[in-house]
């Protein structure tokens, strides 16, 4: 998973805010997204239904998972303690999944893909490998 949303990270961090901080952030989204690409725009108006169906799903413990996370510092709505908030969800789905291995950069924002292929592709060369010596 590269960069992967954690289904409860919005929720935690607009509970951790004031509620008028909470509403500007949550507005502030919606205008944002609102003029980004229309894929863009979909994957954002799906946000909560998935959000809600990943709540209900329990991480599969029989299989081995990667997830590559982004520390970088948010831009503005979001403040740097909000990272904080997702490394604690994430660190949780590590306990309840020992099998996941953790790559973690502050290097790249949402797009790890982009700016840093090579971490992408050394994290599926070294799956692909775990994977043929089983």
């Known amino acids: ?3 992967p949303s954690h289904e409860s990270l919005f929720e935690r961090i607009f509970a951790s805010k004031p509620k008028e901080q909470a509403d500007l952030m949550r507005n502030g989204l919606k205008e944002y997204y609102a003029n980004a690409p229309i894929g863009i725009q979909n994957e954002f108006n799906e946000l909560s239904n998935n959000e809600n169906e990943m709540k209900a799903i329990k991480i599969p413990k029989n299989i081995p998972i990667t997830l590559l996370a ?3 510092t948010p831009p503005p709505p979001f403040a740097p303690e909000d990272i904080e908030i997702k490394k604690e969800l994430f660190n949780n ?3 309840n999944a020992p099998q996941t291995k953790l790559i973690i950069t502050v290097k790249s924002g949402h797009y790890i893909h982009y700016s ?3 971490l992408i592709i050394s994290a599926i060369k070294e799956i692909i490998a775990k994977v043929k010596d089983e």
């Open 1 to 3: 998973m590269v960069d």
């Open 70 to 72: 982004s520390y970088q």
């Open 93 to 95: 789905w590590i306990e």
């Open 116 to 118: 840093e292929p090579t």
